[in-house]
Nanobody, 126 residues
């Protein structure tokens, strides 16, 4: 059984920071490439960030580059998405999932993403 749970969302003010967690059970992150995605109200789902488990490469969408950082804490089966300088347009439901070769984030190949989490809401508003 594989279960993926996102946590750490909530309401933050513009310019604030928030750290999301992606905690999968039933699989080890060392064996998977994990991608972060989001879907804003009235918009299509988009890739946000991806971190490979091979060479440690990371990728970010242009809209979050320089503001978001993906990481994994040693000894924990958890991926993190540190979000800083948040903007109202960052408001969305955020998802994580297994993203082979980061194809979902890099090319929008969402059909190749497996083990989607249920998503967690992030609201950036005053």
């Amino acid at each position: 059984q594989v279960d993926v749970v996102e946590s750490g969302g909530g309401l933050v003010q513009p310019g604030g920071s928030l750290k999301l967690s992606c905690a999968p059970s039933g699989l080890f992150l060392d064996s998977y490439t994990i991608g972060w995605f989001r879907q804003a109200p009235g918009k299509e789902r988009e890739g946000v960030s991806c971190a490979t488990n091979g060479n440690g490469s990371t990728y970010y969408s242009d809209s979050v580059k320089g503001r978001f950082t993906v990481s994994k804490e040693a000894g924990k089966n958890t991926m993190y998405l540190q979000m800083t300088n948040l903007r109202p347009e960052d408001t969305a439901v955020y998802y994580c999932g297994a993203d082979p070769e980061c194809n979902g984030v890099l090319y929008g190949a969402f059909g190749t993403v497996d083990y989607w989490g249920k998503g967690i809401l992030v609201i950036v508003s005053s």
